[in-house]
Nanobody, 121 residues
Framework: VQLQESGGGSVQSGGALRLSCAAS????????MSWFRQAPGKEREGIAV???????TYGDSVKGRFTISRDNAKNTLYLQMKSLKPKDTAMYYC????????????????WGPGTQVTVSS
């Protein structure tokens, strides 16, 4: 799957952003898809997963604030983020996921170039 993230930017604490991930070559509805992030000097952190059956899973740090979804007609994955905090500052990536627990096992592949999210206090 070829993926391209967009929608990042700079916001103040408490703000919201919606990230998009446009997919080509394959239908994302048939795949496990995920968002993860990486801040400078830190390990990758799993954010959210949406399975082919539509089931979703979230990392503890974003539960209740972030929502993963997809538009099958547009073949696009989304990440709606609200109540943003400075610790959410990172590069955000969408990727195909696999395995039993992609968020903790970090089992991703074919991620895009990423989109930067910066949250100021």
């Amino acid at each position: 799957v070829q993926l391209q993230e967009s929608g990042g930017g700079s916001v103040q604490s408490g703000g919201a952003l919606r990230l998009s991930c446009a997919a080509s070559r394959y239908r994302i509805s048939t795949y496990c898809m995920s968002w993860f992030r990486q801040a400078p000097g830190k390990e990758r952190e799993g954010i959210a997963v949406i399975n082919s059956d539509g089931g979703t899973t979230y990392g503890d740090s974003v539960k209740g604030r972030f929502t993963i979804s997809r538009d099958n007609a547009k073949n696009t994955l989304y990440l709606q983020m609200k109540s943003l905090k400075p610790k959410d500052t990172a590069m955000y990536y969408c990727a195909e996921c696999f395995g039993k627990d992609p968020l903790t096992e970090h089992t991703w592949r074919d991620w895009g170039p990423g989109t930067q999210v910066t949250v100021s206090s």
